[in-house]
């Protein structure tokens, strides 16, 4: 977006959009990630959809590293790890311990590079070039392999 103001200020710009609107949720694996944009925030039945989605596309057993948040520890998300049958198996993370999440590093790479200087008007908008960024950043393995370089985990 281009602005202008007198030599010697700085030019201020307003947006009025709510960022608050939409959540995005992902799945890593070493090679790939897959994600949801929702309206709104994520709860235990996304967060089980998801799962579902992920148990479904993904062949052989899947391990789940999330934090303890209240969403992960759902009805909604124990009946899928119930219905996987072992296929499918939760590890936690340590509370408040975001930098052991590798997705956490894939949001930040998100929001400092790819959308840092987006100003948008309306929800679909940030749908839309949040969805066209990490479309993008699929493509790039660099980008996946440092998201599990930089949380250290032990795999």
Known sequence: MRTWARRGETPVLRETFNWEKLSVIAGLTLRQFYFRIYEGSINGERAAEFLRTLHRHLRGRLLVIWD??????????????????????????????????PVEYLWAHLKEHQIANLLVEHGWELSLHATRALRRMRRRPRIIRACWVQSELCL
Do not use: F, M, Q
């Open 68 to 101: 303890g948040a209240a969403i992960h520890r759902s009805k909604p998300v124990k009946a899928v790890l119930t219905e996987s049958r072992g296929r499918l198996w939760l590890e936690r993370l340590p509370a408040y311990a975001p930098e052991l999440n």
